[in-house]
T-cell receptor
Framework: AQSVTQPDIHITVSEGASLELRCNYS??????LFWYVQSPGQGLQLLLK??????LVQGIKGFEAEFKRSQSSFNLRKPSVHWSDAAEYFC????????????FGTGTRLTVIP | ETGVTQTPRHLVMGMTNKKSLKCEQH?????MYWYKQSAKKPLELMFV???????ENNSVPSRFSPECPNSSHLFLHLHTLQPEDSALYLC??????????????FGDGTRLSIL
C-alpha cells in the first residue's frame, strides 16, 4: 500500500536561508508525486508534481523537488526562503494506474524568522 | 482563487443539528472529492465522485452523506455528528480521476466545530 512519511514535523529557518523538506514514499510501482502548501485558513495549493522524465522538477514560488528512486524520496528545496513561505507543506503520492487516491504525509510546518 | 469554492468557511453545530457543506468548482472538472483534515493526521479521503457517480467511500460513517447533483457541485450533509468530527473539511476537484497530469485543486475548506 502507498504511504508517505514526512519526518520533520516542524522546521524553523531564517529568512534568506536555504530550505529542504524531506519526503519519503512507499509505493510498488511508478509513483506520481506532489508537493502542496497550505497557508493558515486556506486550502492546499499545488507547488509542483512529478510524473515522469526529468527527476528535478520546478514548481511555483521558486520551489523545486528532486525524485530519487533509489532512496524513495522526493525532497522539496528552495535556495532562499522568504517570510511569506511560512506555511504547512504536504507531500503526496498517487497511483499510476488511474486510481483516485492521493496519500498524504502528515505535513511539515515551516516557520521563517527574520 | 483556486476555482474551488467552499461554503460556509466556518460552522459550529450541536450534535443533534443537521447542516450541509457546499462545494462548487468552476474549472470544468469531472471528479470531485471530500477530505477530512484533523490536527496531526494525514488528510483522509472520504468520498470521490466522477461524472456525478460515487466511486469511493472510505468507510465513512453514515452520519456523513454526500450528494453530487452535477459535476460542478458537491455537498456533504451532516447529521448527529460527534465531537471527534470537528475538523477542516476540504473539497477538491480534478479533470478526471487521478492519473497523468491531473492534480487535484483544493478549496479553502470548511472549519467544522461540534459542540
Amino acid at each position: 500500500a502507498q504511504s508517505v512519511t514526512q519526518p520533520d514535523i516542524h522546521i524553523t529557518v531564517s529568512e534568506g536561508a536555504s530550505l529542504e523538506l524531506r519526503c519519503n514514499y512507499s509505493y510498488g510501482a511508478t509513483p506520481y508525486l506532489f508537493w502542496y502548501v497550505q497557508s493558515p485558513g486556506q486550502g492546499l495549493q499545488l507547488l509542483l508534481k512529478y510524473f515522469s522524465g526529468d527527476t528535478l522538477v520546478q514548481g511555483i514560488k521558486g520551489f523545486e523537488a528532486e525524485f530519487k528512486r533509489s532512496q524513495s524520496s522526493f525532497n522539496l528545496r528552495k535556495p532562499s526562503v522568504h517570510w511569506s513561505d511560512a506555511a504547512e507543506y504536504f507531500c503526496a503520492v498517487g497511483a499510476e494506474n488511474g486510481a483516485n487516491n492521493l496519500f498524504f504525509g502528515t505535513g511539515t510546518r515551516l516557520t521563517v524568522i527574520p | 482563487e483556486t476555482g474551488v469554492t467552499q461554503t460556509p468557511r466556518h460552522l459550529v453545530m450541536g450534535m443533534t443539528n443537521k447542516k450541509s457543506l457546499k462545494c462548487e468548482q468552476h474549472l470544468g472538472h469531472n471528479a470531485m472529492y471530500w477530505y477530512k483534515q484533523s490536527a496531526k493526521k494525514p488528510l483522509e479521503l472520504m468520498f470521490v465522485y466522477n461524472f456525478k457517480e460515487q466511486t469511493e467511500n472510505n468507510s465513512v460513517p453514515s452520519r456523513f452523506s454526500p450528494e453530487c447533483p452535477n459535476s460542478s457541485h458537491l455537498f456533504l450533509h451532516l447529521h448527529t455528528l460527534q465531537p471527534e468530527d470537528s475538523a477542516l473539511y476540504l473539497c477538491a476537484s480534478s479533470q478526471d480521476l487521478l492519473g497523468a497530469n491531473q492534480p487535484q485543486h483544493f478549496g479553502d475548506g470548511t472549519r467544522l466545530s461540534i459542540l
